[in-house]
C-alpha cells in the first residue's frame, strides 16, 4: 500500500494564480482531512469529508475549496493565491473518525509570491 | 472550543539525557482521544500513540512512555536516555469524541526537540 500520496511536492505560485493540492489514499478510509503547518505552528484544519460527496470546513477554510466525488481522492482547490496561502499543506485519511489515528501524506510546500 | 497547548517550543539534551515534553489540554466532552505524533526532519508526521479519556493506564513503550493524568489535563511523554534518531519536531492533538468531531484534531504548537551527540 502506498498510504496517502500527496503531488506535487513543491510549488511557487503567483499572487493569484489557481492550483489543485491533489492527495490520494488506497487504504479505503471513509475520513479525510488536509491540513495546513505554518512555520513554528501546529497544523490547523481547512477541510473535511466524511464520505464521497461530503465535505465540511474545517478552521481556516477561507480561499480555499474541495471536492469528493471518490473514496479515494481528496483534492484541495486555491482559488486567487494569496501570500498569506505560503504554508506546507498535509493531506491525512483515518478508517472512521475520532477513535482512529490519521495517516498522513508527505505534504505540499506551496509558496506564493 | 478545545485547545492545546505545548508550553515547550524548544528543548535540547545531550545523547542519553531523560526528556519530557508536556501537553495540556482544555475539552468540555467527557469523551475524547489524545494523541502524539512525531514530525522528523524529512517533514512527515508519524503517529506515536493514542489514549482514550476513559483509560489513565501509562504506557510504556521502549523508551518511550506517556503519563496521561485527566486531575491536571496532561498528556506527557517521556523519552528516555535519548538519541539523535530522537531529534523532530513532537505534537500533542486531540479529537473529540462526540458525534459531530468526525476525528478532527486539535494540534499543539509542537515541542522541538534535538539531541545533541
Known amino acids: 500500500n502506498a498510504g496517502v500520496t500527496q503531488t506535487p511536492k513543491f510549488r511557487i505560485l503567483k499572487i493569484g494564480q489557481s492550483m489543485t493540492l491533489q492527495c490520494t489514499q488506497d487504504?479505503?478510509?471513509?475520513?479525510m482531512y488536509w491540513y495546513r503547518q505554518d512555520p513554528g505552528m501546529g497544523l490547523k484544519l481547512i477541510y473535511y469529508s466524511v464520505g464521497a460527496g461530503i465535505t465540511d470546513k474545517g478552521e481556516v477554510p477561507n480561499g480555499y475549496n474541495v471536492s469528493r466525488s471518490t473514496t479515494e481522492d481528496f483534492p484541495l482547490r486555491l482559488e486567487l493565491a494569496a501570500p498569506s496561502q505560503t504554508s506546507v499543506y498535509f493531506c491525512a485519511s483515518s478508517w472512521q473518525g475520532s477513535y482512529n489515528e490519521q495517516f498522513f501524506g508527505p505534504g505540499t510546500r506551496l509558496t506564493v509570491l | 472550543a478545545q485547545k492545546v497547548t505545548q508550553a515547550q517550543t524548544e528543548i535540547s539534551v545531550v545523547e542519553k539525557e531523560d526528556v519530557t515534553l508536556d501537553c495540556v489540554y482544555e475539552?468540555?466532552?467527557?469523551?475524547?482521544?489524545l494523541f502524539w505524533y512525531k514530525q522528523p526532519p524529512s517533514g512527515e508526521l508519524v503517529f506515536l500513540i493514542r489514549r482514550n479519556s476513559f483509560d489513565e493506564q501509562n504506557e510504556i513503550s521502549g523508551r518511550y512512555s506517556w503519563n496521561f493524568q485527566k486531575s491536571t489535563s496532561s498528556f506527557n511523554f517521556t523519552i528516555t536516555a535519548s538519541q539523535v534518531v530522537d531529534s523532530a519536531v513532537y505534537f500533542c492533538?486531540?479529537?473529540?469524541?462526540?458525534?459531530?468531531?468526525?476525528?478532527?484534531?486539535?494540534f499543539g504548537q509542537g515541542t522541538i526537540l534535538t539531541v545533541h551527540p
Open positions: 475539552t468540555r466532552d467527557t469523551t475524547y482521544y
Open positions: 492533538a486531540l479529537s473529540e469524541g462526540g458525534g459531530t468531531s468526525y476525528g478532527k484534531l486539535t
Open positions: 487504504m479505503n478510509h471513509n475520513y
